[in-house]
Nanobody, 122 residues
Framework: VQLQASGGGSVQTGGSLRLSCAASGSFANINVMGWYRQRPGNERELVASITVTNIAQYADSVKGRFAVSRDKAKKTVYLEMNSLKPEDTAVYYC?????????????????WGQGTQVTVSS
């Protein structure tokens, strides 16, 4: 399973960015898709996630500013980030939970994409 993330960059406070993460490879189904971030000096934290039935959840710090969505046909998850703040500066990672066969057994496995840098300047 491969995840290709894109869309990071540098913006000023109040700006917007859209992250995308496309999944490819051999798997039967994608369950949960989401985004995590790791701010300097902090642990990786959940930003937003969305289930196969489009139920989304968000970190309190991004509610009302970020929106997560998915395109099932494209196997892609998006993160629309608005009203960005300097404290949103972080490396953002996409994350998916897929049903697949591994070593002769079927199960749910988590995969991570490469990080994409988001920098918000004041």
């Amino acid at each position: 399973v491969q995840l290709q993330a894109s869309g990071g960059g540098s913006v000023q406070t109040g700006g917007s960015l859209r992250l995308s993460c496309a999944a490819s490879g051999s798997f039967a189904n994608i369950n949960v898709m989401g985004w995590y971030r790791q701010r300097p000096g902090n642990e990786r934290e959940l930003v937003a996630s969305i289930t196969v039935t489009n139920i989304a959840q968000y970190a309190d710090s991004v509610k009302g500013r970020f929106a997560v969505s998915r395109d099932k046909a494209k196997k892609t998850v998006y993160l629309e980030m608005n009203s960005l703040k300097p404290e949103d500066t972080a490396v953002y990672y996409c994350n998916i939970d897929v049903l697949m066969e591994r070593d002769g057994r079927w199960g749910d496995f988590v995969h991570w994409g490469q990080g994409t840098q988001v920098t918000v300047s004041s």
